[in-house]
Structure formats: structure tokens, C-alpha cells
């Protein structure tokens, strides 16, 4: 134990496994925010960053995949393009994780209109026997809603990540162009 009482914050190797509902309401940030409370913190506080989420890394990345452009269009004797060498910094991982939570996002607005017209047929009939099937569709129509939330959430929270990278990525880029030319 540090002065204080303060504790450092272990690696991920040294954590403990935290629940679902400590994760989604922050109790893994609890430590964090007593020492916040405490005094001014410093970046010896937090975690460490993945390798990945480095703006070095990124800019890194970015970097030969443009000399990569650079190279070929040299080549073909075309110009080339950023964007290119921006879109094949990202992984093939990453790609397919959106188009999947896109795909979801998009499935589920799809069925939701199907599910309501059942629903809707179920109720307006006059048989009483079909009372389990109101209760599958209504529950079928809040799986739904709850599959398309978190799809459209983690859709959301990984183009922000990817964008994050990106930005971190082109403006590592340009400072390395600037501080060269000096």
C-alpha cells in the first residue's frame, strides 16, 4: 500500500473477472474514481492501452500502408490515394464485425413490422386458445427490440473506435510530415 492507502490498479493479467452488470454500470472504474476523489491522477492510475489503440501504432500502420500505395502507384504510374491506404489499415476483423452488427441492426427493423402484424392478427381474432402465441409474439417482439438496441449501440461504439484510430492515425501522419520537413 501506497501513502494515502491508495492501492495501484493491477494489469489485466493481475484483475479479478467482473460481472456483466459491473461492466455495463462502471463498479470496475470504483477504484479510479476514489483516487480522483482523493487526489490528481495520473496516468500510472489507469490500465495500460492495447497495443492497437496506440496512436504510435496507428500511425505506424498508416504509415507503411501508405508507402505501400506510394510503391504500387509508382508502378502503374497513377496517383495515389489516402483513402485507400486509410481503408486497408483497417483489419479484416474489424470489417467484418460491422457488416455483421449492420446486418443485425438490419434484420431486426426488418422482422419488427412482421412481428407487430402478427400480433396484431392474433389479438383481433376471436379464438381464445391463441393466448400462448400472443405471449411468444410479445416476447419475440422484445428479444427483438433488445437485439436491434445492442446491435445498433455496439455498431455505434466500434465506427467510434475505428474512427478514433483513424483520426489518431492521420494526424500522427501529418505531424510526422511537418517535424520532417523542419
Known amino acids: 500500500m ?12 493481475d484483475t479479478e473477472a467482473v460481472s456483466f452488470v459491473s461492466l455495463l454500470l462502471f463498479g470496475w472504474m470504483e477504484t479510479v474514481f476514489k483516487t480522483g476523489n482523493q487526489r490528481t491522477l495520473e496516468e500510472t492510475d489507469f490500465l495500460p492501452l492495447a497495443k492497437e489503440n496506440t496512436s504510435c501504432f496507428a500511425t505506424e500502420r498508416l504509415q ?27 483489419s479484416v476483423k474489424e470489417v467484418m464485425v460491422l457488416i455483421s452488427l449492420a446486418v ?12 407487430l ?8 381474432s376471436a ?13 419475440a417482439m422484445f428479444i427483438n427490440g433488445l437485439i436491434r438496441s445492442f446491435g445498433a449501440h455496439q455498431f ?27
Open 104 to 115: 443485425l441492426h438490419t434484420l431486426c427493423r426488418i422482422l419488427e413490422p412482421f412481428l
Open 64 to 90: 507503411t500502408k501508405w508507402n505501400d500505395e506510394i510503391s504500387k502507384c509508382k508502378g502503374n504510374g497513377k496517383k495515389p490515394k489516402l483513402w485507400k491506404s486509410l481503408i486497408m489499415m483497417l
Open 156 to 182: 455505434g461504439y466500434k465506427c467510434e473506435v475505428v474512427a478514433v484510430r483513424i483520426t489518431s492515425a492521420l494526424k500522427g501522419l501529418v505531424y510526422l510530415k511537418v517535424s520532417h520537413n523542419k
Open 117 to 124: 402484424g402478427y400480433f396484431m392478427v392474433l389479438l383481433l
Open 127 to 139: 379464438e381464445s386458445h391463441h393466448n400462448y402465441l400472443l405471449y411468444g409474439c410479445a416476447l
Open 2 to 13: 501506497a501513502k494515502n492507502g491508495y492501492k495501484k490498479i493491477a494489469n489485466s493479467a
